[in-house]
């Protein structure tokens, strides 16, 4: 069974940082890209960032290019991300995601399987 | 970026009814769409992927068309479990992108 479990979310103050970490189990996790995706409380959701299966490809929305490091250990099995420059609208649940195809690590992801979220909340 | 205009917002339909949730694009996204359906403390689940098929374990009740910037959800006939909201997502163009969700409540 493929699971997804996030981890490392919190209260932080404006400015600061956190890393987040998802732990993968139930499938080879070299094979896939994987993804971040947030949803604001009461809000939609938006993607965040996606790495490819060999770290190949990193891709990041705009409104977290150069302050979100999206990173991968196929070894551990895990995926993470570093937020830093912390803002208040970066509050949400951070979900991670796995794309659903194996094929073309440069292409955008649709997604099959998302952990339950970790939640992160910026203020002071 | 690719923007995703969903309608209605909300759907009041009672169990048995049909539901037809449209999807624009603002640009031409081929057939690289996908809806999701999420409920309430729940992460979302995906249901159509590539505009018409449906993902692993997904009623026949679900079904989707479309394809360009024109897309439909149809739920053939509601289940007490299909109120939810749906989001529809496009994978045509970095950055993938999400509209903003149709809620599907009991009449």
């Not at chain 2, 999701?36 to 249901?47: D, E, H, N, S």
């Amino acid at each position: 069974e493929v699971q997804l479990v996030e981890s490392g979310g919190g209260l932080v103050n404006p400015g600061g940082s956190l890393r987040l970490s998802c732990a993968a189990s139930g499938f080879s996790l070299s094979s896939y890209s994987m993804n971040w995706v947030r949803q604001a409380p009461g809000k939609g959701l938006e993607w965040v960032s996606s790495v490819s299966s060999s770290s190949s490809y990193i891709y990041y929305a705009d409104s977290v290019q150069g302050r979100f490091t999206i990173s991968r250990d196929n070894a551990k099995n895990s995926l993470y991300l570093q937020m830093n420059s912390l803002r208040a609208e970066d509050t949400a649940l951070y979900y991670c995601a796995r794309k659903r195809s194996r094929e073309g690590g440069s292409s955008a992801p649709d997604f099959d399987y998302w952990g339950q979220g970790t939640l992160v909340t910026v203020s002071s | 970026e690719i923007v995703l205009t969903q309608s209605p917002a909300t759907l009041s339909l009672s169990p048995g009814e049909r539901a037809t949730l449209s999807c624009r694009a603002g640009q031409s996204v081929s057939t690289y769409l996908a809806w999701y359906q999420q409920k309430p403390g729940q992460a979302p689940r995906l249901l159509i992927y590539d505009a018409s098929n449906r993902a692993t374990g997904i009623p026949a009740r679900f079904s989707g068309t479309g394809s360009a910037t024109d897309f439909t959800l149809t739920i053939s006939s509601l289940e007490p479990e299909d109120f939810a909201i749906y989001y529809c997502q496009q994978r045509s163009n970095w950055p993938s992108t999400f509209g903003q969700g149709t809620r599907v409540e009991l009449k």
